[in-house]
């Protein structure tokens, strides 16, 4: 065998993700008090027994702010109508983010934990399924071979030229069934306008799950803040900013600190921190403690906002009769940000009228009036 044999085939160093050095002797005391902080306020959270109603009002004010901090305006009582299915207007581009955002938070919630950190994971989270690789087939544009028979949609050379076109719809339904239903990835042309070509996406996800397991055995608010910097250099996913606050929340959760994904993108606008790339590991890492922290401010205060009104509420429901509807109400008022009486109607299968006499009998302990108007009237706990 000669030197010259592999000249043809360069060897290929691959690539890896550094992970930093950090100083455990001096943020040991730091990470241990917030980890505590996290704690009880997840004990406090299950004691409560409004986990899931708060986790809801979370999601939908979560997706909302997510969309903020990528600098557009949704406004939340357009989210839980879209939501609900009672879309009062089109929605916008910009409110089909939020909805995206906010399937995207509950799908995390919904699976076990360490669903959310796997390829499949990230492939569903993103919901525009994985890069198609060099090896698959992908079919030139223009005019199809006529020699190629799948080119062409059953009877498109019959003598009928409608039975072709009905076979086509035919086609078309059968694959949009197939894609609504998760059986096949739906295919996605990438413009060069919008994405970078020279960005590997695939490498990128390899790289971030790698940066995962990796620090699976250090204390979890430092692998959340190394795998949340990790996203943010490795540039995944451009065009779902909000993606990478969630998946550093799931690792909060897979490493068993909270049952609940915390609201990170309210403490990240909150706080003062906006990484710039230029920051060392303790500045990093600093920067994500004080989100978290801000996150776990936000969250106890909604919480006693929830505990205070389900008090203020629940001395009116024990004078209700055992078939009422007013408990339900209460319910929706717990776990959405506002209700509307044709929303109230609706999901509590009444009629709207009646979600006016229910409101009525709440008397004082009725939630805050969010619009004021006459004909648009909606309620909320704030």
Known sequence: MRAGDFDDEPFQV????????????????????ITVAVLRFDARLEASGLSAGWQSRCDMTEAVRALLLDGHL??????????AGMDVRHPTHELTRAAAALRARRTALARKPPWPLSIDGLVALRGIGRVR?????VRPKGKPDPEDDEAYPPFAND????KAHFAEIDALLDRTSKVLAGETPLPKSRSH????????????????????????HWPALAAAAVAWNAWLDLNLYTRLPWLGLIMAAAILRARGLTGQLLPLAAGFKQSKFRPQGREGAREKLDGFCIVVEEALAIANRDLDRLILARELMSRVTQRCRSNSKLP????????RPL?????????LQVTPKAVDLMLAQLGGALPRELTGRTRYRAWGIV
């Open 14 to 33: 691959p690539r890896t993700y550094a992970l930093p050095e950090l100083p455990w002797e001096t943020i040991a005391g730091g990470l241990e008090q």
């Open 74 to 83: 949704v406004d939340v009582g357009d989210l839980v109508l879209h939501d």
């Open 133 to 137: 690789g060099e090896g698959d087939h």
């Open 159 to 162: 003598a009928d030229p409608w």
């Open 193 to 216: 306008l919008v994405y970078d070509p020279d960005q590997d996406e695939a490498e990128a996800e390899d790289l971030w799950l790698e940066v995962v397991q990796r620090t699976s």
């Open 328 to 335: 339900g109400l209460v319910d929706l008022f717990l776990s």
């Open 339 to 347: 209700v509307t009486v044709p929303l109230g109607a609706k999901l």
